[in-house]
């Protein structure tokens, strides 16, 4: 055949493995790179040294096919195409995972204050631009919801009294019936809270929360709810057939 000429893609995509990392990546690179200066990228991969380095080419079915040997040659004059693995060997003693363990990485930190004098920084950005928490218009909107939000909450408990009969909406579930144990505050959670002691075990807790006691009930008869979950009337108990013998 005359006249033929054989074109090649000037990038091919490979996998990577190495003696010092557990985990297999795959990665773009030049065919006109050549071997020495393919070994210079490949450090930031896989943390070997390029001058402690040796290449072996595996297919895409994970066959040895050879060795990458000549630093001087390109990468693109090995028979390397999309999807085979390059496994590079490190000579340098280090050991395997010595990179992959953050712990033994030096942090570097810095204290807060010296943090906010910075222009360069995240926060500097943000506030340049008045974003996030440094938007004040957006900021004292949201403050003046909250409490919105908390002043319709406690309206709504105000107007529940302990041993009153309620029905207890939770979403996607049954309602429930039961008697308003507690209401008011608390410490596991900010807001409003109503206690309530279900007329059987369908509750998560037995009056207590963290170890702060709020009201007395058998174990899972009691809940803590939001006042607007609870309607107060005159409901009477429920038989669930939860004590019915088999």
Known sequence: MEGVTVFSAPNVFVRLTSTLNTYEVQKKFARSLTIAEFKCKL???VG???ACMELELYG???QLVMKLDKDEALLGSYPIDDGCRIHVIDRSGAKMG???DLSKVEKYEISDELYGKRSDSVRAFLKRNKLGKFDEDKEAKKDAEEDQKEASERALAEAITVGARCEVALPGQPKKRGTVMYV???EF???SWIGVKYDEP???NDGSVSGKRYFECLPKYGAFVK?????VGDFPEEDYGLDDEM
Do not use: I, M, N
């Open 184 to 186: 008011g505050h608390t």
């Open 48 to 50: 070997s040294p390029a």
């Open 202 to 204: 369908l509750g998560k």
């Open 98 to 100: 010595e990179y992959e």
């Open 227 to 231: 006042p607007h979950q609870v309607t």
């Open 60 to 62: 895409p079915d994970d």
């Open 189 to 191: 959670k900010a807001g």
């Open 43 to 45: 450090e930031l991969v």
